[in-house]
């Protein structure tokens, strides 16, 4: 599998769209939404990862595109993390650091669907 997230860049955008006739109140399809761009082209539609629109519920959707930016460089962290458990554990012959990494393991399964 390629690894679509290596040096993947997000970043979250407010904005206020109107798609449905300029309807914005909450919860409807043309209210302010938090965009998630691929900072390769970030006004080219085609490189949005997520499109959230605010609900009831104020700073939930920004707290989730923000959750959903910050992805590439968490997976990025887990897997820095799992390397240098494994390079201790191929010089020491043993992992005895109090961190276990099945569950960095795990999450990155879950991320990319293999979990």
Known sequence: MADRFKDAKWMV???ELHVDGGDTSPGSHGSVTHLVWDTVSPDDWTNVIAH???DRIPGIAEANARLIAAAPTMRE???DLI???EAYERLHGA???AIDPDGARAAIAK???RA
């Open 83 to 85: 390397e240098q458990i």
């Open 52 to 54: 959230i629109v605010e």
């Open 77 to 79: 962290a887990l897997v």
């Open 111 to 113: 991320a990319e669907g």
């Open 13 to 15: 955008e407010k904005r």
């Open 95 to 97: 992992n005895t650091c």
